[in-house]
């Protein structure tokens, strides 16, 4: 009976993580759709304004302001 306690509370524990990753997913998501729209020259500025490194693709720049805000939040 302990066990199957302890079983219930680790997958419980689980099932909540999980959905914590999903939310925190659909967050960055909604975030780097939102960089997206902006041009390479405005990503950089706001880079600079963080002072993070401005250099690599778009991409890199967008997934650099996604870390960066996670760091924010936590």
């Known amino acids: 009976l ?5 079983l219930e509370a680790e997958l419980a524990a689980e099932a909540e993580a999980m959905a914590e990753a999903e939310v925190q997913a659909a967050e960055d998501e909604h975030i780097a759709a939102k960089l997206e729209e902006q041009t390479v020259e ?5 880079l600079r304004r963080r ?3 401005t250099s ?3 991409s890199e720049l967008i ?6 805000e996670h760091e924010r939040e936590g």
């Open 2 to 6: 302990e066990e199957e306690r302890e």
């Open 42 to 46: 405005q990503l950089r500025r706001e």
């Open 56 to 58: 690599g693709r778009k």
């Open 51 to 53: 002072e993070l490194s």
């Open 63 to 68: 997934e650099r302001l996604v870390e960066d």
